[in-house]
C-alpha cells in the first residue's frame, strides 16, 4: 500500500523550532518530488515547501524562506521539515505529499498539528 | 502571490451538477496547463481528482471533470451524489518565483 505518514507536531512557543518527519511506503521513493502543504485551523491549504528527487532543488513558500528548511534521506524513504524561528502564524496541520503526477500532488499523509502559542 | 480565487459555496440537489471556477493570473492558471483539483473532507487528508487540467487519476469516477478557458479553472461534478458533499481546492503551478498556489476554497453542499 502506497502511504505517507507524517510525525513530530507538537505545542510550543514563538520562537521555538520543531522537525516534522514524513515516512513513506509502499512506493520508490527517490524517484519522486515531495511537498510539504499546510492548513491553518479552518482555513485553506497553503504549499509550503518541495524538494526534488535527488536534494539537489528544494523551493519554498515566500514567508517561510530563511526559517522552514525541507530536507530528504532517501535511504530511510524519508522526508524532514526542519522549523525555526516559529510564528503564531506558522500554527498549522502539516501534510506531507508526493508529486506523483505532472504538477500534482497525488498521495497524501493523514497530517501533524503543530501550535505556536505563548 | 495571493490565492486563487473561488466562491466559498456550491450546491446542487442530487443528480445534478455542480461547477466550481479557480480564478487566477497569466502568470499561473492562464500560464500553465498545471491545474489540479482536490477534495477534501472535514478532518481529513486532500485527495487529488483532476490533474493537468481535465485528467483523471485512476480510482477517480467520471462524474469529476475539469477544463480551463484563459486565467479561469473550472471542476465540474455531474451526477451529484451525497458522497460529494466535501471541500474542493484548486492548485496551479505559478513560476518558478512562486512555485506554486491554491485557491481559497470551495465548499460543496448537496441539498
Known amino acids: 500500500e502506497v502511504q505517507l505518514v507524517e510525525s513530530g507536531g507538537g505545542l510550543l512557543q514563538p520562537g521555538g523550532s520543531l522537525r516534522l518527519s514524513c515516512e513513506a511506503s509502499g512506493f520508490t521513493f527517490n524517484r519522486h518530488w515531495m511537498s510539504w502543504v499546510r492548513q491553518a485551523p479552518g482555513k485553506g491549504l497553503e504549499w509550503v515547501a518541495n524538494m526534488n528527487p535527488d536534494a539537489s532543488e528544494r523551493n519554498y513558500l515566500a514567508s517561510v524562506r530563511g526559517r522552514f528548511t525541507i530536507f530528504r534521506d532517501n535511504a530511510k524513504k524519508s522526508l524532514f521539515l526542519q522549523m525555526n524561528s516559529l510564528r503564531v502564524e506558522d500554527t498549522a496541520t502539516y501534510y506531507c505529499?508526493?508529486?506523483?503526477?505532472?504538477?500534482?500532488?497525488?498521495?497524501w499523509g493523514q497530517g501533524t498539528t503543530v501550535i505556536v502559542s505563548s | 502571490q495571493s490565492a486563487l480565487t473561488q466562491p466559498p459555496s456550491a450546491s446542487g440537489s442530487p443528480g445534478q451538477s455542480v461547477t466550481i471556477s479557480c480564478t487566477g493570473t497569466?502568470?499561473?492558471?492562464?500560464?500553465?496547463?498545471?491545474v489540479s483539483w482536490y477534495q477534501q473532507y472535514p478532518g481529513k487528508a486532500p485527495k487529488l481528482v483532476i490533474y493537468?487540467?481535465?485528467k483523471r487519476p485512476s480510482g477517480v469516477p467520471d462524474r469529476f471533470s475539469g477544463s480551463k478557458s484563459g486565467n479561469t479553472a473550472s471542476l465540474t461534478v455531474s451526477g451529484l451524489q451525497a458522497e460529494d458533499e466535501a471541500d474542493y481546492y484548486c492548485l496551479s503551478y505559478a513560476g518558478t518565483t512562486f512555485l506554486y498556489v491554491f485557491g481559497t476554497g470551495t465548499t460543496v453542499i448537496v441539498l
Open positions: 505529499a508526493r508529486e506523483g503526477l505532472p504538477f500534482a500532488r497525488d498521495v
Open positions: 493537468e487540467v481535465n
Open positions: 497569466s502568470s499561473d492558471v492562464g500560464g500553465y496547463n498545471s
